[in-house]
């Protein structure tokens, strides 16, 4: 089983960046693992994914060039560095996990255990 406990979310003007932190416990297999956000209003929506040995990522179209994900399986932690930040990009962000194949990258909802959720506000 796995605990999931994202941090780093607050208040940046658009054009500046930020990293959020997804500290994970209690892992025995491998796991991919996957940035969320959901907006006031709207669906949760897939940000970006990494497969469990950090080779492979994947990115919603919205932050392609923008977000970069990456993973420190030695702490197991997962981080979203976000550059150019938009207004739109305000929401709260839930990191996510789900076992999977070493080069498998997981895309959608279908993860099995996800965090809290941290607030991201981006102001005009």
């Known amino acids: 089983q796995v605990q999931l406990v994202e941090s780093g979310g607050r208040l940046v003007q658009a054009g500046g960046s930020l990293k959020l932190s997804c500290g994970a416990s209690g892992r025995t297999f491998s796991y991919a693992m996957g940035w969320f956000r959901q907006a006031p209003g709207k669906e949760r929506e897939f940000v970006a994914g990494?497969?469990?040995?950090?080779?492979?990522?994947y990115y919603a179209d919205s932050v392609k060039g923008r977000f970069t994900i990456s993973r420190d399986n030695a702490m197991n932690t997962v981080y979203l560095q976000m550059n150019n930040l938009k207004p739109e990009d305000t929401a709260a962000y839930y990191c996510?996990?789900?076992?999977?194949?070493?080069?498998?990258?997981?895309?959608?909802?279908?993860?099995?255990?996800w965090g809290q959720g941290t607030q991201v506000t981006v102001s005009s």
């Open positions: 990494i497969s469990p040995n950090g080779v492979y990522q």
């Open positions: 996510a996990a789900k076992p999977a194949r070493t080069w498998e990258v997981v895309r959608g909802t279908s993860y099995d255990y």
